[in-house]
C-alpha cells in the first residue's frame, strides 16, 4: 500500500517542532543551558511557550533530547535487524556507538551537542532518564530473540547495565574506548549473547 504525503496540518506541526528545535539548539550552543529560558526559546522560534510545550512536553530538555520513542525504537531494531552470526552485544555495541559521545566522526554541531549534553547535569539525567526508560523493551526484545522470558532477571540486568552505558563511560575522557571496556565486561557476564 502506498503511503500517503503527509498533510498541510502535519507538515505544519513538524515545521513548528524543527523551529522550536533549531531556535533551542542554537541559543544553547551559544550560551549555554541553563542560561536560555523557555520564553527566549519560544520566541526566537516565533510561537508560543504554550506551543512549545505542545510539541515539547518534556520541556527543554527534550528540545535536545527528544522524547525517547525514537531511541526505543533503534534500540529494539539494532537487536532485531542484526545480521546473521552478529551477537545481541555486539549489535547493541555497535548501534551505541554511533550516538553522542561515541560518535566516531560526527559533524561540528553534532559533537557541540554532545559535549553540552555531558557537561550539563539536567541534560545529562534527561538522557539518562530516556536510556533507563528503555529497559522493558530492550530485555524484552533480547527475550525474543533468544526464546528466554522477558521477566528473566539475568536479562533484566543486562538490558540495565547496557542502558547505564551512555551516561558512564560517555563522560569519560575517551568514549569510545571505554564503550568497548563496558562491552568486554559485559561479554564475560554474558557470554552467549
Excluded: N
Aim: charged share 25%; aromatic share 6%.
Amino acid at each position: 500500500m502506498a503511503q500517503t504525503a503527509p498533510g498541510r496540518r502535519e507538515r505544519k506541526k513538524a515545521a513548528t517542532r524543527q523551529a522550536l528545535a533549531t531556535a533551542a539548539r542554537r541559543l544553547f550552543l551559544e550560551r549555554g543551558f541553563d542560561q536560555v529560558t523557555v520564553a527566549e526559546i519560544a520566541d526566537a522560534a516565533d510561537t508560543a511557550v504554550s506551543t512549545l510545550f505542545a510539541h515539547f512536553p518534556g520541556g527543554k530538555e527534550a528540545l535536545v533530547l527528544g522524547d525517547g520513542a525514537e531511541r526505543e525504537q533503534a534500540l529494539a531494531a539494532a537487536v532485531r535487524q542484526r545480521p546473521a552470526g552478529v551477537s545481541i552485544l555486539r549489535a547493541l555495541r555497535d548501534f551505541l556507538a554511533t550516538r553522542g559521545p561515541f560518535d566516531p566522526d560526527p559533524g561540528p554541531e553534532s559533537r557541540r551537542i554532545a559535549e553540552l549534553v555531558v557537561s550539563t547535569p539536567a541534560l545529562r539525567a534527561y538522557a539518562r532518564s530516556l536510556w533507563t526508560g528503555c529497559e522493558s523493551t530492550l530485555a524484552r526484545v533480547i527475550a525474543e530473540q533468544t526464546g528466554r522470558d522477558a521477566d528473566d532477571l539475568s536479562l533484566r540486568l543486562l538490558a540495565r547495565h547496557v542502558l547505564e552505558i551512555p551516561d558512564i563511560a560517555g563522560t569519560e575522557p575517551d568514549p569510545p574506548t571505554a564503550l568497548d571496556t563496558a562491552f568486554a565486561h559485559l561479554q564475560r557476564g554474558w557470554p552467549d549473547l
